[in-house]
């Protein structure tokens, strides 16, 4: 039997009182959304104002739709069972500068000696408890490029006035200590200080007209050995080539950090016990100004043929030279190792190459590894690399031999060489035939293109859409780092982001840089930046293609610390890299924590993973006081960005 109430409905809406119900209801949320509609916006969120502060009036739609996207990331993280963790604090003092893996009480106390104390020993460096490197006390932003390429801030950089004073390298002397900067005689003013002279000096040895014709010789990438402050690479910089500069570390007064302060591009690395992380045939010129190693002083033990060794009573034949084998190896067909010493100067020498009777043990060596002596003048002796592979099987036998086949396919800090590598690559080619190289990447592929491709092993069509697509990327890169930067200006619904400076980044670390299309893009884009293109030590060796494209590339392990100092980086990209690591046993915090020990104060982060690890990549930047951002690509898929940025922490 129906209810009074209901016969009354009937009589009302009619025999449908369901789909009347839907309308009555739907009436009612129109009414209610225009009595909020009418609330002033201030009572509305009185609550949340009080307790931010946080200048969000003029929040616009995107801004509301990424704080939006970071509330339902963290209510999931939650969800998840992830437990919340406190933020992480500062180191002491005493680690401003730290590096891991070298640390050298660490190795002296396990064993080493002789030098190789200051060698890279990751297995025996200290645990300690998670904390964050901090700055320097009078640490300050550095200035801009090309500005800070000239005048640096003493306070962020280890060195005192007496170690600058006691300094004896030629690139030193362009110093001068002010107050609390560093200047250094730009190559725009009246004096230099011989480095342009020193530039057309090499040059002219070798048979050029001058320095400006480097690119036209083939001349590209310079591996620069103990820089000095990084004098001689700028000048390079300014003449298109890409220097990278390697010395070994040191506790104080550090090459490296200087150089990188300056925007230059530099890692450590030493000549001590261990190759170079750097495959065979990799650079077009090995450069050492009073760089400080001894070259003649490494024995090498040879493999001779066993009736040798048996009528020797079995003992190996030994000659010196090590260090000069890794300088070949990483040397390319017709490339030049150029050595400035005090003590390679010869009496009475000149600038002819006519053989003379006291050869020095240097002289001697580089001729048993098919070197040939171009030219001696003053301080300065120069050799170029053979071309021809059949010198070293028209050789004695009491000379280097060469190496098998796959024996350098991973130099990964393997133990020095005994051996002449790089005879068996397909990448064997003089360095002459690339006579018409332009400046960087995509010219020069397309000048060589099938040899590249072919030689390395790469799909033309995936190289194409690799590289259209990190076009696109970086445009989409820079729109969303201008919110973000100045994450602070008030903005009203509807204005324009404001642009970010050209110049706001310099030192780029690609830290999963594949065929280094990223690298490519910037330079397309004109930005003023060099890029460290890493490649993950898991992945394929794509290492020798971003060195042929003319740009800086080193293999890495990222389940280890990188060979640089603190603060040294603007920007840390990496793709697929979380992934990546997702099945080592290294742990996602140790990756991030050596991420925000090389990014220097208000630097940038952007990763791109999938979902699952981009949450836990954010969760684990608020613990360590990055500012935070997620963005969806909103392509369908399952990838996403976190933009993140690291505050300016002065404690």
């Known amino acids: 039997m129906r209810s009074p109430w209901l016969n009354k409905l009937s009589a009302v809406f009619g025999p449908r009182p369901r789909l009347s119900w839907l309308l009555l209801c739907f009436v009612c949320l129109l009414g209610l959304i225009a009595i909020l509609g009418t609330t002033s916006p201030s009572t509305a969120f009185d609550s949340v104002s009080s307790a931010t502060a946080a200048p969000d009036i003029y929040s616009s739609y995107?801004?509301?739709?990424?704080?939006?996207?970071?509330?339902?990331?963290?209510?999931?993280?939650?969800?998840?069972?992830?437990?919340?963790?406190?933020?992480?604090?500062?180191?002491?003092?005493?680690?401003?500068?730290?590096?891991?893996?070298?640390?050298?009480?660490?190795?002296?106390?396990?064993?080493?000696?002789?030098?190789?104390?200051f060698d890279r020993h990751c297995e025996f460096s200290k645990t300690e408890d998670r904390c964050l490197v901090r700055s320097p006390k009078d640490y300050k932003i550095p200035l801009r490029w090309p500005v800070g390429r000239d005048v640096i801030w003493s306070g962020n950089v280890k060195i005192t006035k007496d170690q600058f004073l006691s300094s004896g390298s030629m690139t030193k002397r362009l110093m001068l200590l002010e107050e609390n900067q560093i200047a250094f005689h730009s190559e725009d003013g009246m004096i230099f200080d011989g480095v342009k002279d020193y530039s057309r000096q090499i040059a002219e040895m070798i048979g050029l007209g001058g320095d400006t014709e480097f690119l036209q010789a083939g001349v590209q990438t310079v591996l620069d050995i103990g820089c000095g402050f990084g004098s001689f690479g700028a000048h390079l910089i300014s003449l298109k080539l890409m220097p990278v500069c390697i010395a070994s570390y040191e506790a104080t007064g550090s090459q490296v950090q200087l150089a990188l302060e300056r925007g230059l591009p530099a890692m450590i690395g030493n000549f001590i016990s261990r190759q170079l992380p750097f495959p065979s045939l990799s650079y077009d010129m090995v450069h050492c100004a009073q760089c400080g190693i001894v070259w003649d002083d490494k024995v090498v033990a040879l493999h001779v043929p066993v009736w040798i060794a048996w009528l020797s009573n079995h003992v190996f034949y030994k000659i010196d030279g090590m260090f000069l084998i890794e300088v070949d190896r990483v040397l390319k067909p017709g490339g030049y190792f150029v050595l400035t010493s005090p003590a390679s100067k010869r009496h009475g020498s000149s600038s002819s190459t006519k053989k003379i009777s006291m050869v020095t043990p240097i002289e001697q060596f580089a001729g048993k590894i098919c070197w040939s002596l171009m030219a001696q003048q003053d301080e300065t002796l120069i050799w170029q690399k053979t071309t021809d592979i059949n010198c070293y099987k028209s050789r004695k036998q009491d000379v280097v031999p060469v190496c098998n086949d796959g024996h350098d396919t991973t130099p990964y800090y393997k133990s020095l060489a005994s051996c002449i590598s790089g005879t068996t690559s397909n990448r064997w080619r003089p360095i002459q035939s690339r006579s018409s190289v332009s400046q960087f990447g995509t010219a020069e592929l397309e000048v060589h293109g099938k040899y590249s491709f072919t030689t390395h092993r790469v799909h033309a069509e995936e190289f194409v859409e690799d590289s259209q697509f990190w076009r696109s990327a970086l445009r989409n890169y820079w729109s969303l780092l201008t919110p973000l930067i100045f994450s602070d200006h008030p903005k009203r619904p509807g204005d324009e982001d404001p642009s970010p400076p050209s110049n706001m980044l310099r030192n780029v670390m690609d830290m999963n840089a594949q065929y280094g299309s990223l690298n490519a893009a910037f330079l397309e884009e004109k930005k003023s930046v060099w890029v460290m293109n890493v490649v993950p030590l898991k992945t394929p060796n794509t290492l020798p293609f971003i060195l042929h494209r003319g740009f800086a590339g080193v293999l890495h392990d990222w389940c280890e610390p990188f060979p640089t100092y603190p603060r040294t980086y603007d920007m840390l990209h990496a793709n697929g890299l979380l992934s990546l690591l997702s099945s080592e046993k290294c742990k996602m915090m140790d990756l991030m924590l050596e991420m925000d020990r090389i990014l220097r104060p208000e630097g940038w982060i952007i990763l791109s993973d999938k979902l699952g690890l981009i949450e836990k990549a954010r969760a684990l930047a608020t613990q360590i006081h990055w500012e935070a951002r997620l963005i969806d690509q909103q392509n369908?898929?399952?990838q996403r960005l976190l933009v993140c940025q690291k505050p300016f922490v002065k404690k």
């Not at 069972?81 to 106390?109: H, I, K, M």
């Open 62 to 117: 995107r801004r509301l739709k990424e704080r939006a996207a970071a509330d339902y990331l963290e209510l999931t993280t939650l969800s998840s069972g992830a437990t919340w963790q406190s933020e992480l604090g500062l180191c002491g003092r005493e680690r401003e500068n730290f590096v891991p893996c070298y640390d050298v009480p660490a190795n002296l106390q396990a064993g080493f000696k002789d030098g190789e104390e």
């Open 636 to 638: 369908g898929s399952d």
